[in-house]
């Protein structure tokens, strides 16, 4: 599809919001568990209320390699938003009852019901620092991957529930303060997102005006039904 985020496309959506690759094996340099490695990402995001930053993703399906990059703002309980710059403006929006996909090049906007409770079991949850980590998924050492430059703890977590849209995660978490730096969602049929995170701020003020959408005038609207 190139993006997880298309006009139209009611997977899209949700993948996005399941969502925000190479990347190295654990380096023998540091000496750490699992458990220790768990504690410390949970811990770093127990607090957060409101989580910024900067991302870019990369989707990969066979064929296809499609990068794109922006900004995003997020705020309890389920407030979202992704404004995508390059390489085309695309804007996200959730205000914890709907979200909303608007593509100005195409004058269209997707709208699909989406609450807190549809980011349960996702990575976006415990950025926010609403998921136990331990209790959603199996957690153990990423050693498929591998990129020289980048010193990171890897791990990988696959959710104990069956029901997820995707097989498994993959984290890059900083080894001296468990910050996130990487998140790659493996699907079941091979596909792959990565977002890579930078500028992360937490708990920063964010007025919820910037959760809220209007469709502009002229625009078509596509508002997409739940499914029976």
Known sequence: MGSLLHAGSRAALFLFASVFCLMIAVSDSYSVDLETVAA????????????SGSFQQTYRAPGIEQIESGVFWMKRPGLMRWEYRLPEA????????????????????????????DMRGTPLEFLL????????????????????????????????????????????ID??????????????????SEFRLSNLTANAKIDNKEFQFKPP????????EEAE
């Open 175 to 192: 080894p001296k303060n468990y910050e996130l730096r990487r998140i790659t969602m493996h699907e079941h049929g091979g596909n792959t």
């Open 90 to 117: 695309k804007l996200f929006v959730a205000d914890g009852r709907e979200a909303f996909l608007y593509v100005p090049s195409d004058r269209q906007v997707t709208i699909q019901s989406f609450s807190a409770s």
């Open 40 to 51: 410390g990402l949970q811990q770093r995001y127990a607090s957060a209320v409101t989580m």
């Open 129 to 172: 620092g609403g998921m136990d980590i331990r209790k959603s998924f199996v957690i153990s050492w990423e050693n498929n991957f591998r990129q020289p430059t980048e010193p990171t703890l890897l791990i990988r977590l696959t959710p104990r529930s069956g029901q997820s849209d995707y097989e498994y995660l993959v984290l890059a």
């Open 217 to 224: 005038k002229g625009i078509e609207v596509i508002r997409l």
